[in-house]
Nanobody, 122 residues
Framework: QVQLVESGGGLVQAGGSLRLSCAAS????????MGWFRQAPGKEREFVAA???????YYADSVKGRFTISRDNAKNTVYLQMNSLKPEDTAVYYC????????????????WGQGTQVTVSS
């Protein structure tokens, strides 16, 4: 069992930055691929970024070059550094943990956090 708790969301002006954190319980954190997804009002949850246990990273085209995912296995934490934020980045951001190896589709993740709100004003 893995429990995930996101933090770091908030209100920021366009062009600003935020760093999201996702703290995981459990001793097997390093074995899991970790992903960030987001869901805007009236829209489906969409893939943002993911990182494999070995450190390979993947990004949605919409955030490539602006967002960076990283993990600290000693702290059981995954991060999402978000720079050059745009109003269209406004959403609830969720982190997930999975073992399936499929990183861009939410249903292949085994555990989810409760989400953290990110609001970008224009």
């Amino acid at each position: 069992q893995v429990q995930l708790v996101e933090s770091g969301g908030g209100l920021v002006q366009a062009g600003g930055s935020l760093r999201l954190s996702c703290a995981a319980s459990g001793r097997t954190f390093s074995s899991y691929a970790m992903g960030w997804f987001r869901q805007a009002p009236g829209k489906e949850r969409e893939f943002v970024a993911a990182i494999r246990s070995g450190g390979n990273t993947y990004y949605a085209d919409s955030v490539k070059g602006r967002f960076t995912i990283s993990r600290d296995n000693a702290k059981n934490t995954v991060y999402l550094q978000m720079n050059s934020l745009k109003p269209e980045d406004t959403a609830v951001y969720y982190c997930g943990a999975g073992l399936s190896g499929i990183l861009t589709i939410g249903r292949y993740y085994d555990y989810w956090g409760q989400g953290t709100q990110v609001t970008v004003s224009s």
